[in-house]
């Protein structure tokens, strides 16, 4: 093979690689959030004695305050305690929250129990959550987490939104 040829195939075999990855880039970049298995987490059927851990709670979290970038540290900071992550944007507008509130349809359900282990002084609202998981609204006045379970055990029988 002279070295013309072998430049033409070396050359369309990069063509090819680049092109390969600017499909799947476009793909990933215009799917869903969570598009993948149908969503970051599957409704499942908890019994009490059950055991609900991080890495099973999806967390949304919302700034309803006007530091920029809130949402996505708090968001950040429970990923590092072991949560799943769901959506970080801005709270809908007019949203009032001083400090921290999770918004939620099941109060008592065991991921709520748990995120709020690790929020410290949190208002339970219950109103439709936003976005998958347990839905965190932040505010100026919410400064860190605290340290909270890794786990906590079902109460009475449930239907919960878990990841993996």
């Known amino acids: 093979m002279g070295p013309r040829l072998r430049t033409a195939l070396t050359l369309l075999v990069l063509l090819g690689v680049v092109l390969g990855a600017a499909a799947w880039g476009w793909s990933r970049l215009t799917s869903p959030v969570g598009d993948a298995a149908g969503g970051p987490c599957t409704e499942t059927d908890l019994e009490p004695g059950d055991r609900v851990t991080t890495e099973q709670v999806v967390v949304t979290v919302l700034n309803a305050g006007s530091r920029s970038g809130l949402a996505g540290r708090v968001t950040g900071d429970l990923v590092d305690q072991g949560f799943v992550k769901g959506q970080s944007t801005n709270a809908p ?72």
């Open 93 to 164: 507008s007019g949203t009032e929250v001083p400090r921290v509130q999770i918004w939620t349809d099941s109060p008592r359900s065991p991921q709520v129990r748990l995120v709020r282990g690790y929020l410290g002084e949190v208002s339970v609202v219950r109103r439709d959550p936003v976005g998958e998981g347990v839905t965190v609204v932040v505010g100026d006045d919410f400064e860190e987490l605290t340290a909270g379970p890794a786990r906590v055990t079902v109460r009475e029988d449930t239907t919960a939104c878990l990841a993996g």
